[in-house]
């Protein structure tokens, strides 16, 4: 599974609403800050992409057809490489 829609906008922009949008038209959860509240193990991969580290979008994105809000906003440009289809 890889993500097919990058929703790169910043926190307070409507990305809790387009997180409710995507997972009601049926993209199953949208990867959003509150998966990063919820699931604190995924801390580490955006720590590593913090620090200038290849990640692996695939591995981070497991599970996800969809992305909205911080950190996914940090690594956009990223994001649309990995994933040139979404």
Same mark, same amino acid.
């Given at each position: 599974?890889?993500?097919?829609?990058?929703?790169?906008?910043?926190?307070?922009?409507?990305?809790?609403?387009?997180?409710?949008?995507?997972?009601?038209?049926?993209?199953?959860?949208?990867?959003?800050?509150?998966?990063?509240?919820?699931?604190?193990?995924?801390? +580490? =991969? $955006?720590?590593?992409?913090? !620090? /200038?580290? *290849? +990640? =692996? $979008?695939?591995?981070?994105? !497991? /599970?996800? *057809?969809?992305?909205?809000?911080?950190?996914? !906003?940090?690594?956009?440009?990223?994001?649309?490489?990995?994933?040139?289809?979404?």
């Amino acid at each position: 599974m890889s993500l097919e829609v990058i929703g790169s906008g910043f926190g307070r922009t409507g990305t809790k609403s387009l997180k409710a949008a995507l997972e009601r038209l049926g993209y199953g959860r949208c990867h959003h800050m509150h998966e990063i509240v919820e699931n604190p193990e995924q801390v +580490v =991969d $955006w720590q590593r992409l913090a !620090a /200038g580290e *290849r +990640v =692996d $979008w695939e591995t981070v994105f !497991a /599970g996800y *057809r969809s992305q909205g809000d911080w950190p996914g !906003a940090h690594g956009w440009r990223e994001l649309a490489k990995a994933f040139s289809e979404a």
